[in-house]
């Protein structure tokens, strides 16, 4: 298989404008970057031939990325750990930014996390010739790492690599 990881900020990712200003001008950078992001996705798929888009999103919203690939008829399936999943292996929301766990439970917690994302990547393989990955950038790498000892030909891109983007929507809105 041929991957692509393209590393993210989450705030991109729901396909919802989440901004909200009295003259619509958060709306509207909101919407330009979530765009941006769209045809940056829709690119990758038809450039590079995607037949499967795995993402790392929340569960019960939907992304840009589902969105684009139900327009491009490529498949798409959200490859982080459910709700449940997550629970019954005692991985707490809000882990990583939780100033009192231990960090080797919070390395435990993303090596658990990461082990899933492979497998559900993997579980595509035979039957898709090129992947494209959308994961937050605390992931990139390690997934990376393993796709590649598993075999696969992996490219990795960031995000903020991308000259429109912007990554500290904050301070950036609160300039607007």
Sequence with gaps: MHVLIVA???QIQ??????ASTNGSLEAFEGDQKGRFGELIR????NRSVQFVGEETRYGT?????????????????????????ERRNIPAGYFEDPNLPEPEKKRCNEEREDHMVAS??????????????????H?????????????????????????????????MSNL
């Design 8 to 10: 993210v900020n989450h």
């Design 14 to 19: 729901p396909a919802q404008i989440m901004s």
């Design 140 to 172: 990139a790498e390690a997934i990376a790492a393993r796709l590649v000892q598993s075999g696969h030909h992996v490219k990795m891109a960031d995000l903020r690599d991308e000259d429109w983007y912007i990554e500290d929507w904050v301070v950036h």
């Design 121 to 138: 990547v993997l579980a595509e393989d035979g039957k898709v010739e090129s992947v494209l990955v959308i994961c937050g950038r605390l």
């Design 43 to 46: 690119g990758h798929i038809r």
């Design 62 to 86: 939907e992304s840009i990325a589902q969105r684009v690939c139900d327009q491009e008829d490529c498949l798409h399936a959200n490859i982080d750990m459910n709700p449940q999943e997550r």
